[in-house]
């Protein structure tokens, strides 16, 4: 009796400490994991696909996380970001845009591959690219971004880590000057240069021709 009891018990502690685990260490090594995109109509996330070229004024967000069977996985978590908040409302340059991308790395639990640790959350950014830049340029403006050979994105800043493959993908094209402003900074810089320059030879002109009257 004594020793039923006891195998009772051990069966009892095996299960408890096994249903203590975190849900990636249950999970299947194996279960595709994918980064997907979304993008937002003010109310809730709405499927896109990478080479979406979001408008001005779009909120994008990108989300890790487990796709089984081929599916396409779960939508970034938490409050759905403000353009207004994050961008302000001031518009873009003339030819640019500017949209705020949002990154969410997935469960660190339930979406993350097991033994791996999920990167810590950041907080949306504004991106200003071009007009026809995508969502996944937009993304690589914020951070590393790795595509496979049908441009899906397959890893953020380095994210699954077991993720080597793909090529790095460029950042969208940002615009030269802040918007609302009139010149490029480095025009107006090199025009205010040409200035000094101008009146430092006029002041040693002078300062010549009244040693010369003396």
């Known amino acids: ?6 195998v009772a018990a051990g069966v009892a502690l095996g299960a408890a400490a096994f249903l203590s685990l975190p849900s990636s260490a249950l999970a299947d090594p194996g279960v595709p994991r994918t980064w997907s995109a979304w993008q937002s109509d003010g109310t809730a996330w709405l499927a896109v696909t990478a080479d979406v070229a979001p408008p001005d004024g779009s909120v994008i967000g990108w989300r890790f996380s487990v796709a089984p069977d081929g ?16 961008c302000g409302r001031d518009a873009a340059g003339s ?3 500017r949209v705020v991308v949002a990154v969410d790395f997935g ?11 999920t990167p810590g ?5 504004c991106v200003a690219g071009a007009e026809d830049a995508t969502a996944a340029q937009l993304l690589a403006s914020t951070a590393k971004v790795r595509v496979n050979a049908r441009g899906a994105v397959v890893a953020v800043a380095d994210y699954p ?3 080597r493959g793909g090529t790095e993908l460029a950042a969208a094209a940002a615009s030269a000057a802040p918007s609302g402003s009139g010149l490029p900074i480095t025009l107006v810089a090199a025009g205010a240069g040409a200035v000094a320059l101008l009146a430092g030879g ?5 300062r010549r021709r009244s040693r010369t009257r003396v």
């Open 71 to 86: 599916a396409r996985g779960e939508s970034p978590g938490g409050d759905l970001p403000s353009f207004e908040a994050v």
């Open 95 to 97: 030819g640019h845009k």
């Open 107 to 117: 469960d660190g639990e339930a979406d993350a591959y097991p033994g791996e640790r």
């Open 202 to 206: 006029a002041v040693a002109a002078t």
């Open 161 to 163: 880590f077991r993720e």
């Open 121 to 125: 959350q950041s907080a949306p950014k």
């Open 1 to 6: 009796m004594l020793r039923a009891y006891r």
